[in-house]
């Protein structure tokens, strides 16, 4: 039972995988406070370490291409332990849209609206997102192409600003940090922005391809979300030198310090800007996965009269998760990572070799 | 089927309308009013200046706000006063932020930081240290990094209360003066994000920009008096504009300053046309360092004085001689100065670590006394392909007719 029948493009699909990694890529400093200068190594490390699940994650779509994320675990796992994983699953996906939905809120409150009570933005953003989501797929994602070309044209243009207080020693010196660092910072990048790739097994029986496009297409993507990331580390790290790690956002002090001349400066709307744009995009993607995860556990037929409800709920649950920003950055450094590899790593991993124990997905009778 | 497609137009219909209501109702409801900030209720901060209480433990914070309008909200009876150009507002407090707290309650509008031009600390205030005052400038969201700092020679307050012809307030003009310094070369600017990197760096000294107030026939003026030298966020001395100048050339990166030289033969003035600097450093066997400035540059000559007598194909290679004695001199002196203070205002040490990270953790604790016995070589290189309109002087031969 597809409840969504909308169906969008493989190409469509690569650019919402680069905005999906985008979004994480300005929000780096549950990063930067670990590794400070070695950063960039560690995103690096992070994407190499990723990259086999990558491919995982490509054969499961080219195994089960009918079939989204809760009917891959009904069928290899049974009708019970396949919905009590669709269950866990439905709880990663809420908490993940939640966590987003408060960044979004904590962000805006944060640097541009101060006074403005945070569920205030989260409805908002809850409201535009509803209509997005009650369209389908195709609504969903429509947009990813430009907000992928807005936050690369804005990405470079503030380089370039900046390119005259970038200092190449301040990548100096390179791995001497105790290897914990290196290995916690690896495990954050390929399991928060990386490893959150996971929710594209709930999308993929809408997109249109074939066993080879569909590699190609998250591959790309990636590879397009993972250089962002890469970039912005490093040209964070090459300006601020040895205070990144003292910023709450080391990306929005970067664009606040552009100045060429007396009219070029104070650039930090535009990274406010995309920021807004590429979490709104997550948000809305995580936000329609959610529903889609509960209608297809429910088996209801029509989401539409679920997505305002499962909005509150996100807004809700989102107020609940941390007492504060500082609560959260302690546990995304500490707690989220291990949570978070079971959903994106090891259950993959298992449904992958259970399916090619069992020989699924069975060939259907004629 | 006709009453169908009524129905359903009707329904459109509706659904168009309601979602006009809706948005209608949610831009009025959700525009913003909660930070809804009016420029007259403002009051826009341009400079932030603290300094030592009188008579007390606490600092005492001014304010300086640009006026926007010739009626203020603000009180003149606590702690405020106007003056021609600008607000000045003054509070005392424990901390920064405890300080402009204490302002809010004589003042009718709110502070507005984002066009801060300046941060100017007294120079007693940085004696005693000034990481404890840092947290504010580094957690407030108004509050921007790039803005330039200082340490004024006198009270704060002196400074930011200047009325000054140029500009319509100090902080404007140290704002401007810094960044016309800043084309010259870019040691000269210190931004609050330079000051925080390296009060962060335990063996590296920072300097600030000095600046004083003085009055020249009944006017009020500030000028840049120098930089001061600070260790581990502390203030310990400070370096006048010529020893400045040293630093200046010991960092490379010189853009177009005058360089002045003298000689038994006559008085010369350099403009630089480019001037940089490489250093290397190297680690000595018996645990001493080694550093050796290679200065390289094309100046011009901006004025003569002398070489009576002298023809041009003669003056060139004195004029050479005289601006590398100049520049290596003046490099050796800042630097001796450094050296005696134990002040690593070159960053040399941030160099051993990022290059020799596992020897710089034997030398850290004793970098003090390995920097004040660094073994210094200037090594000083200049071409004069520039003279200016004229290529001789009125006092050089061939300068008078009588000559020819």
Redesign the interface.
């Known amino acids: 039972m597809r409840i969504d029948k909308g169906q969008i493009s493989s190409r469509l699909l690569l650019f919402s995988v680069a905005c999906f990694l985008q979004s994480s890529a300005l929000l780096t400093a549950f990063l930067t406070e670990i590794t400070r200068q070695d950063s960039w190594i560690v995103v690096l490390l992070g994407a190499i370490v990723y990259l086999p699940f990558l491919w995982l994650l490509g054969t499961l779509m080219a195994m089960f291409p009918e079939q989204n994320l809760i009917q891959i675990l009904d069928e290899v796992y049974g009708p019970v332990l396949g919905k009590i994983l669709g269950l866990a699953y439905l709880w990663f996906f809420l908490t993940l849209s939640s966590v987003n939905l408060t960044d979004l809120a904590d962000f805006t409150k944060?640097?541009?609206?101060?006074?403005?009570?945070a569920p205030?933005m989260s409805a908002?953003c809850i409201?535009v997102s509803a209509i997005a989501v009650r369209k389908g797929i195709k609504l969903v994602t429509k947009f990813s192409p430009l907000f992928v070309i807005v936050a690369i044209v804005t990405m470079t243009l503030s380089t370039f600003l900046v390119i005259n207080q970038f200092k190449l020693?301040n990548f100096?010196?390179i791995f001497?940090l105790p290897a914990k660092s290196y290995f916690q910072g690896t495990h954050i990048i390929a399991t928060i922005p990386f490893g959150e790739m996971v929710v594209y097994l709930m999308i993929h029986p809408n997109v249109k391809f074939s066993r080879r496009e569909i590699r190609k297409s998250l591959f790309w993507g990636f590879a397009v979300g993972g250089l962002t990331l890469w970039s912005t580390t490093l040209r964070d790290i090459g300006v601020?030198?040895?205070?990144v790690d003292?910023f709450t956002v080391p990306s929005l002090?970067t664009f606040?310090?552009v100045?060429v001349g007396p009219s070029i400066?104070r650039t930090e709307i535009l990274f406010a800007i995309i920021l807004i744009m590429l979490l709104f995009y997550k948000i809305t993607l995580l936000y329609y996965v959610a529903v889609l995860t509960i209608s297809q556990l429910f088996k209801i037929r029509s989401y539409n009269h679920l997505v305002l409800v499962v909005g509150s709920l996100m807004i809700t649950y989102g107020l609940t998760l941390y007492p504060s920003p500082q609560k959260q950055a302690a546990s995304v450094q500490e707690t989220v990572p291990v949570i978070w590899t079971v959903f994106e790593i090891l259950i993959p991993t298992l449904t992958f070799i259970l399916a090619k124990i069992r020989k699924l997905p069975k060939a259907k009778e004629a | 089927m006709i009453r169908k497609a009524v129905k359903m137009l009707n329904r459109q219909r509706l659904s168009l309308i309601a979602t006009v209501l809706l948005a209608s109702l949610?831009i009025t409801l959700?525009s913003?009013c909660?930070?809804n900030r009016e420029l007259d209720s403002l009051f826009i901060v341009t400079g932030i200046a603290l300094d030592k209480a009188p008579d007390s433990d606490l600092i005492t914070v001014t304010l300086q706000i640009g006026k926007t309008e010739s009626k203020t909200g603000a009180s003149s009876e606590s702690g405020s006063q106007e003056d021609k150009n600008a607000i000045i507002l003054k509070a005392s407090g424990r901390t920064p932020l405890h300080g402009i707290k204490r302002l809010n309650f004589n003042s009718s509008r709110s502070l507005f930081y984002e066009h801060n031009q300046a941060v100017l600390f007294s120079s007693e205030l940085a004696r005693e240290g000034l990481k404890e005052y840092l947290d504010f400038f580094?957690r407030d969201?108004e509050s921007?990094?790039?803005v330039p700092v200082f340490v004024t020679d006198g009270p704060t307050d002196r400074i930011l209360a200047v009325d000054l012809e140029q500009e319509q307030s100090a902080g404007m003009y140290l704002a401007r003066v810094i960044q016309d310094l800043s084309k010259l070369s870019p040691y000269y600017k210190v931004r609050m994000?330079d000051f925080?990197?390296r009060t962060?760096?335990e063996t590296v000294s920072a300097l600030i920009p000095m600046v004083a107030a003085y009055d020249e026939e009944d006017l009020q003026k500030l000028q840049i008096c120098g930089m001061a030298i600070f260790k581990d966020g502390k203030m310990l001395d400070s370096l006048n504009n010529y020893e400045t100048l040293g630093y200046i050339l010991a960092m490379g990166d010189v853009k177009l300053i005058g360089i002045e030289a003298q000689s038994e033969k006559g008085h010369v003035i350099f403009n630089t046309i480019n001037l940089d600097t490489k250093r290397d450093v190297k680690l000595r066997q018996d645990g001493g360092v080694q550093v050796k400035l290679s200065v390289e540059g094309a100046l011009g000559i901006g004025e003569l004085k002398g070489f009576n007598g002298m023809d041009f194909p003669k003056v060139i290679p004195e004029l050479t001689k005289m601006a590398e004695e100049r520049i290596k001199e003046q490099i050796a002196e800042t630097f001796e100065k450094a050296k005696s203070l134990e002040a690593d205002i070159y960053a040399i040490g941030?160099?051993i670590?990022?290059?020799h990270?596992k020897k710089w953790e034997q030398m850290k604790s004793s970098w003090g006394s390995v920097f004040s016995n660094i073994d210094l070589t200037v090594d000083v290189k200049v071409e004069i392909p520039e003279t200016g309109k004229s290529m001789i002087s009125l006092e050089m031969e061939g300068a008078s007719h009588e000559d020819r």
């Open positions: 944060g640097t541009i609206m101060f006074r403005t009570p205030a908002v409201l020693e100096l010196p001497t601020l030198g040895n205070t003292l002090i606040r310090l100045q400066s | 949610l959700l913003g909660w930070d580094l969201y921007r990094m790039e994000l925080l990197s962060r760096e941030s160099e670590h990022r290059k990270p």
